[in-house]
C-alpha cells in the first residue's frame, strides 16, 4: 500500500527473474496500483485485511490472500520497499534444492539487510524464509512481524543462501509511517489470543517499549523468555530486558540479562551489552 516511491525499483528488480508476479494491494492512494499493474501478471486491490475505518489488521491475511492467488510451485516474496539483489539466481536455487531434496518441502533463508547508518552501513541483518517450496505447503502466521511457516504436519528442511539479498529500502520511501500501527494491531491480537500466541509477545513488548511504555514492556519480554520455544527471539527478549535496565541505571540486573542471553545464543551483541 502506497509504495509508489519504491515500487517500480522492487519489481523491475524481480520481474525479468520469474515466471509470475503476484501483487496484492491493500488500499493505495497514491498511484502503486499503476505502477503494480505494468509488471504483474496478477493484481488484485483487496481490503479484507482492514478494518473499517481502512486500517490494516492483519498482514498475513493479506499475505496468505496472495498466496493464494499464486499458481507456482516454488514461491518467493517480497515487500515493496525491498529491491532485491542477485534474484537472476531464484531458478537455480530452486532447481537445486529440487534436486536435493525432490517431492520434499524446503525453504531458503536469505539476508534482509533492513536497516543501514549514516555510513551506509548494514546495522540491522535479519535471516528471512525467502524462497520455498511446496506452495501449498506454507502459510502465512501472526498479524504483525508475520512469518511464513510450514502447516502443521510439513517439516521443511532449511538452508541458507547469500547468492539472494534483499535491500529494505528505508530512505528512499516517502510512504507516511504511523508510529503506533504495530503496537494498535498487537495490543488487539493479544487481547483476543492471550498469551497463545507466544511469539507475539515479544513484538508487542518491542511495540511497547518503542512507545516508551517500558514497565509493560518489561513484563512482556519476561513472559515472553518463559513462554517461547524458539531461541533466537528469546534471546532478543533478553537483551532488550538488559538494554532496559542499563538504561535504568541497574548494572546487576542489566548483566544477568545479558548473562542469560549469553546462554542462549553464540552471539556478540550480548557480550556487547555485559561491556557497556
Given amino acids: 500500500r502506497d509504495e509508489s516511491s519504491t515500487l517500480e525499483r522492487c519489481l523491475a528488480s524481480i520481474r525479468p527473474h520469474v ?6 494491494d491493500t488500499g493505495s492512494t497514491d498511484g502503486s ?3 503494480a499493474a505494468r509488471f504483474a501478471d496478477v493484481f488484485e486491490r483487496w481490503e479484507g485485511c482492514n478494518d473499517r475505518d481502512g486500517r490494516i489488521v492483519d498482514f498475513s491475511a493479506a499475505r496468505n490472500y496472495a498466496l493464494g492467488l499464486a499458481t507456482g510451485d516454488a514461491l518467493a516474496w517480497f515487500d515493496g520497499d525491498d529491491v532485491v539483489r542477485g534474484a537472476e539466481n531464484l531458478r537455480k536455487l530452486a532447481s537445486e534444492a529440487a534436486g536435493r531434496h525432490g517431492e520434499g518441502a524446503w525453504a531458503y533463508l536469505a539476508p534482509y539487510e533492513y536497516e543501514r547508518d549514516a555510513a551506509w552501513r548494514v546495522t540491522t541483518l535479519q535471516w528471512r524464509e525467502r524462497l520455498v517450496y511446496p ?3 506454507w502459510e502465512w502466521r501472526g498479524p504483525v512481524h508475520e512469518g511464513l511457516l510450514g ?5 521443511p528442511t532449511y538452508m541458507q543462501t547469500d547468492a539472494l539479498v534483499v535491500e529494505h529500502l528505508t530512505r528512499e520511501s516517502t510512504k507516511p509511517r504511523a508510529r503506533d500501527r504495530n503496537l494498535r494491531i498487537l495490543e488487539a491480537h ?3 489470543v492471550g498469551e497463545t500466541d507466544a511469539r507475539s509477545l515479544h513484538y508487542f513488548g518491542s511495540e511497547l517499549m518503542l512507545n516508551h511504555r517500558i514497565g509493560e514492556a518489561s513484563y512482556w519480554f519476561r513472559r515472553h523468555v518463559q513462554l517461547s520455544g524458539w531461541s533466537d527471539e528469546r534471546c532478543l527478549s533478553l537483551m532488550h530486558l538488559a538494554r532496559i535496565q542499563l538504561a535504568m541505571g541497574d548494572w546487576g540486573a542489566a548483566i544477568d540479562w545479558a548473562l542469560q542471553a549469553v546462554g542462549t545464543k553464540a552471539w556478540p551483541e550480548p557480550y556487547w551489552l555485559i561491556g557497556q
Avoid: H
Avoid at 502447516?151 to 517439516?155: D, F, L, N, Q, R
Fill in 190 to 192: 493479544v487481547r483476543k
Fill in 151 to 155: 502447516k502443521a504436519g510439513v517439516t
Fill in 33 to 35: 496500483a499503476s505502477i
Fill in 135 to 137: 506452495r501449498a505447503g
Fill in 19 to 24: 515466471d509470475e508476479l503476484v501483487i496484492v
